[in-house]
């Protein structure tokens, strides 16, 4: 096949079955090279949220190639790029003041997260959870759960505490009553914060999903993220809440944490 021969092995799956190429796309169909049509379900990774081509995207993004295809970053910022900043700030979820750092993909948005997290609280102790996806690059791919990612990132992995999320149908330990589970994460978490034994004694941040993505769509009981926001209050340590997948009005509210009313020291975009 032609993209074997031209790219990496580790980009694009190619067993057990050749890929469908993609040749052209509008609203929720996609038709690939031999013209057959599909319905797009994963919205392209979510980034479809309103549909292939959308006519107003289309328009929008004609516009600014027309009038600045691109702009010097930190040097010679452009209008536009003020202008979608403020527009993120204004949406942060609570209402509360906010700053933003561009990236080009969710796992610079989390490499970004996760810095920010090192460099303010001085501690290099991070808490993810099982099933989570958080990109592949150096750091990030520390807080992803799949094995197979960690093995071929070929990085050295950053200092992770790992829970299971709660997950009430696969959940690891058994439960009085469904909904329970986050009670016993949380308990969990809790104790490895307070245990000086338990070697997370340097929390420098807990980073979650509202809803988790590669690890299954799986919502959480109600009052799991409240309950990872109290704990972070608690340990001085940021809690980090992975939207790239959940944001933009993808399970109804604009971000998945406002679900539930809790508001994040950093969120990833």
């Known amino acids: 096949m032609r993209l074997a021969a031209v790219e990496s092995r580790n980009v694009t799956c190619q067993e057990p079955l050749p890929p469908i190429f993609w040749e052209r796309a509008h609203a929720s169909n996609v038709w690939d090279a031999d013209g057959n049509r599909f319905v797009d379900l994963g919205a392209g990774f979510g980034v479809a949220g309103v549909g292939h081509a959308h006519p107003r995207v289309v328009e929008a993004v004609a516009r600014q190639l027309a009038r600045l295809p691109h702009a010097m970053g930190d040097v010679h910022p452009a209008v536009a790029k003020v202008e979608l900043l403020e527009a993120l700030a204004a949406r942060f979820p609570g209402g509360v003041p906010a700053r933003s750092v561009l990236g080009s993909s969710g796992s610079d948005a989390v490499e970004i997260a996760l810095k920010t997290a090192l460099l303010a609280t001085g501690r290099p102790g991070l808490v993810a959870f099982e099933g989570a996806y958080h990109g592949v690059h150096q750091g990030a791919v520390s807080l992803t759960s799949s094995r197979h990612y960690l093995e071929f990132a070929g ?46 004694d340097d929390l420098a941040g807990i980073i979650v999903e509202p809803v988790e993505g590669e690890g ?33 009005g993808r399970t109804g509210k604009f971000w998945g944490c406002e679900l539930t009313g809790t508001t994040p020291d950093i969120m990833c975009v």
Do not use: C, N, W
Not at 164 to 190: A, M, N, Q, T
Not at 221 to 245: H, M, N, S, T, W
């Open 155 to 200: 990085v050295p992995r950053q200092r992770v505490f790992r829970l299971p999320y709660p997950y009430s149908y696969r959940f690891p330990f058994p439960v009085e009553r469904r909904g329970d589970e986050s009670k016993i994460v949380l308990r969990y978490l809790e104790h490895l914060i307070e245990d000086e034994h338990s070697g997370l």
């Open 216 to 248: 299954g769509y799986i919502p959480p009981p109600g009052d799991f993220l409240p309950g990872l926001r109290e704990i972070a209050d608690k340990a001085e340590a940021p809690l980090i809440i992975d939207e790239v997948q959940t944001g933009f």
